[in-house]
């Protein structure tokens, strides 16, 4: 049982990481890669505000996430977007442009913060660890709990209770329609970039609380939002969720009977699995082939 | 029915070095079910969308309402033009109430959204049997039924539907068009119906225009468009 409690509060990250990732995926059709360093670069700007100005965590965490949404925001309108929409690069372009630009991220960050794991922790003196049903948690794994739960339920409620948030499904629904109901569809995807960017950062600093990050995490990061996105169903929100938490299982499943160096392994064995009996996932929207 | 809702002059559309509409004229009258008919490729859909913003125009005005507009489907919606295009007509994944919100995304007043629900559910029985259900699991009459719907959430003074009849069966087609008709007749919007499909049509237009290789080459009434020494000429290239 706390294998899979551990599995699901790793999970629950890659739950979140998946979701922001198919929200974008979603509304502009390509892999977004930079996605993951993204979300690294938002633990180096919490670890500086941690560093600096010793405000509350939730709200260095909160402005972290806000930088990282605007920085998002910023990499489709100037640098995504004149090439999807203006050129019409095919998917695969974009795709390569956004690995290059990871790269650089990355590199940019090692070059400024130094090559080294950095760890988060909310304050030194809470690391004992909670007793229940015989289960063990720690702090940092009930805030990750806590805080994967009331993102999820808030993404639920405002992609399906409100106006633009139905908008946001819309466009990942039928893009060409949304523009003939008179939709401004730049304008949308602007606000999915936001909110895809500040999930990954929240999700990159919860990963940070339990076992850190450097640099070159980000791409670990956006492979397992793929990973849990093609398990889930690439497209559906719902299956992104379910694609992290199965994949945060299997992982801490592969961890316990084969070792911790067979993470990796176990995660990319799913991701064969999936693809060979279940290509379209577990709630399937687009067909991989398209 | 003689007022101009509707006044294209000389309008052109290029893609790349490729004109696809040549200076095209075209009119639509208050509260008129206009049909535009021609052979495959002849820029009948092109036209349309060009008119709505979807692509840009190269010259011409476009003249709605009284006003010149620079087509853009955010200002025609605004200005009272809804389309209804081809393909995938529907958010599948959404239900018929989210599909017809949708199609008043730029009205606020949400009193004003839910009443205009109400009316259409009333005009469109189907879909207020199937409310919650989602678009994914309609038929492809059903589906078209609830894109007019959603067109119409707006109550829009001209609507353009881009083949409506494609991938239907000829009695849903039927079925179609009548309640396209009957749109017509109880909302009095202008109708304007791209379709290959004329006899279908044929008691429902009041006038029409043959359109090929980019250029107007008719125009009159349904009975003399669908002369079939006209249409002969048309779909053999002789009028052009």
Not at chain 1, 14 to 40: K, Q
Not at chain 1, 254 to 275: D, N, P, R
Not at chain 2, 64 to 72: A, N, R, T
Not at chain 2, 191 to 201: A, D, F, M, Q
Request: with cysteine; charged share 15%; glycine share 10%.
């Amino acid at each position: 049982m706390q294998i899979i409690l551990n599995g699901i509060i790793i999970g629950g990250i890659y739950a979140l990481i998946a979701l922001g990732f198919n929200l974008i995926y979603s509304s502009v059709r390509f892999y977004h890669m930079l996605y993951g360093i993204l979300a690294v670069l938002g633990v180096y700007f919490l670890r500086f505000f941690q560093m600096t100005f010793h405000w509350p965590f939730a709200l260095m965490v909160f402005l972290a996430s806000f930088l990282i949404g605007l920085i998002g925001m910023a990499s489709w309108q100037w640098f995504y977007r004149p090439l999807a929409i203006t050129k019409k690069a095919s998917s695969l372009v974009m795709l390569v442009l956004s690995f290059g630009a990871l790269i650089v991220v990355q590199n940019l960050i090692a070059l400024v913060w130094k090559n080294n794991t950095y760890s988060i922790s909310i304050t030194e003196t809470i690391k004992s660890g909670y007793q229940f049903f015989g289960l063990s948690i720690t702090f940092n794994q009930l805030v990750i709990l806590i805080t994967t739960f009331i993102s999820v339920i808030l993404l639920e409620l405002f992609l399906g209770r409100t106006k633009w948030g139905m908008a946001i499904r819309a466009i990942g629904d039928n893009p060409e329609l949304t523009t003939t109901i008179g939709l401004k569809t730049n304008q949308i995807i602007l606000i999915v970039f936001f909110i895809g960017s500040f999930m990954s950062s929240i999700s990159a600093s919860l990963i940070a609380l339990e076992i850190g990050v450097r640099p070159t995490y980000g791409l670990m990061l956006v492979m397992k939002a793929i990973i849990a996105s093609i398990i889930g169903g690439i497209g559906s929100i719902r299956g992104a969720m379910f694609g992290g938490l199965l994949l945060g299982i299997t992982e801490n499943m592969g961890i316990y009977f084969f070792g911790a160096q067979w993470q990796e392994v176990t995660a990319f064995t799913l991701l064969t699995i999936f693809l060979l009996f279940r290509p379209q996932g577990l709630f399937q929207k687009y067909q991989l082939a398209k | 029915m003689s007022q101009s809702l509707l006044q294209v002059r000389g309008l052109s559309v290029q893609f790349g070095h490729n004109k696809i509409i040549h200076g095209v004229d075209f009119e639509v009258r208050d509260g008129e079910i206009l049909i535009l008919m021609g052979p495959n490729g002849a820029g009948k859909t092109v036209l349309l969308k060009a008119i709505f913003g979807l692509f840009e125009k190269l010259s011409g005005t476009v003249e709605f309402d009284g006003k010149i507009i620079h087509p853009s489907p955010v200002a025609m919606v605004k200005a009272g033009m809804s389309f209804v295009g081809q393909g995938k007509r529907v958010f599948s994944s959404m239900t018929i109430e989210e599909n017809l919100r949708m199609g008043a995304f730029l009205w606020t007043d949400k009193k004003m959204i839910n009443q205009r629900i109400d009316e259409l559910v009333d005009f469109f029985p189907i879909l207020k049997k199937k409310f919650r259900t989602l678009a994914y699991n309609m038929s492809g009459g059903e589906q078209q039924i609830l894109s007019l719907a959603r067109a119409l959430m707006m109550n829009p003074k001209l609507l353009i539907c881009d083949e409506p009849s494609i991938g239907l069966a000829p009695k849903i087609v039927q079925q179609v068009f009548e309640k396209i008709e009957e749109v017509n007749k109880v909302f009095g919007t202008s109708i304007v119906i791209v379709e290959h499909n004329l006899k279908s049509l044929l008691k429902v237009a009041h006038r029409g225009y043959i359109i090929a290789q980019g250029k107007m080459v008719m125009e009159g009434s349904v009975e003399t468009l669908a002369d079939s020494k006209n249409l002969e000429k048309v779909f053999f290239g002789e009028l052009v």
